[in-house]
T-cell receptor, first 113, second 112 residues
Framework: GENVEQHPSTLSVQEGDSAVIKCTYSDSASNYFPWYKQELGKRPQLIID?????GEKKDQRIAVTLNKTAKHFSLHITETQPEDSAVYFC????????????FGKGTSLLVTP | AAGVIQSPRHLIKEKRETATLKCYPIPRHDTVYWYQQGPGQDPQFLIS???????DKGSIPDRFSAQQFSDYHSELNMSSLELGDSALYFC???????????FGPGTRLTVL
């Protein structure tokens, strides 16, 4: 089955700096890669996603890049704010498994003022 | 906009009891997924339904079963509860054509 690895497990940045979280996946059939933000005790919230036919996608301060050959994708957050502090999960899925999400272990991001 | 609804939000059970969790997907969504999230862990896929048929099965114990009804709501039935079943249980729904999964607020199950 699919195995998703995520790094780093914790990340601390100063407000205004950029944050980068990286994920790798193992199943070459995976073709949909969402990122979720989860605050303590709350639901995972979809913040951005990318499909395998696209190399990069941007939404305001958030961008995601995908390298299909290397089987890795990354989340980039620019101009970080304290409210960006949360746990971020990457995930991979494909049609073979009905698009069930295989999550990475998560990155705990702390943005200090 | 309407979101995924889950009930109950909190549930406390004793060992060996049964529990039923309910999920009401976003209107017109055709797919429902169930995930289990232990403390400090990532969500683990349990089971999914597409158009009321089981679509895929993950790490769901044999003690658990689920179904999707004609109105598209889904129920997760859990029997012979164990201490290790204590977790947050999320339901997510999507339109299979677009893949994006939107999560409900979760049910926090505590087994004593």
């Amino acid at each position: 089955g699919e195995n998703v690895e995520q790094h780093p497990s914790t990340l601390s940045v100063q407000e205004g700096d950029s944050a980068v979280i990286k994920c790798t996946y193992s199943d070459s059939a995976s073709n949909y890669f969402p990122w979720y933000k989860q605050e303590l005790g709350k639901r995972p919230q979809l913040i951005i996603d990318i499909r395998s036919n696209v190399g990069e996608k941007k939404d305001q301060r958030i961008a995601v890049t995908l390298n299909k050959t290397a089987k890795h994708f990354s989340l980039h957050i620019t101009e970080t704010q304290p409210e960006d502090s949360a746990v971020y999960f990457c995930a991979a899925s494909n049609s073979n498994s009905g698009y069930a999400l295989n999550f990475g272990k998560g990155t705990s991001l702390l943005v200090t003022p | 906009a309407a979101g995924v609804i889950q009930s109950p939000r909190h549930l406390i059970k004793e060992k060996r009891e049964t529990a039923t969790l309910k999920c009401y997907p976003i209107p017109r969504h055709d797919t429902v997924y169930w995930y289990q999230q232990g403390p400090g862990q990532d969500p683990q896929f349990l089971i999914s339904f597409y158009e009321k048929m089981q679509s895929d099965k993950g790490s769901i114990p044999d003690r658990f079963s689920a179904q999707q009804f004609s109105d598209y709501h889904s129920e997760l039935n859990m029997s012979s509860l164990e201490l290790g079943d204590s977790a947050l249980y999320f339901c997510a729904s999507s339109l299979v054509l677009y893949n994006e999964q939107f999560f409900g607020p979760g049910t926090r199950l505590t087994v004593l």
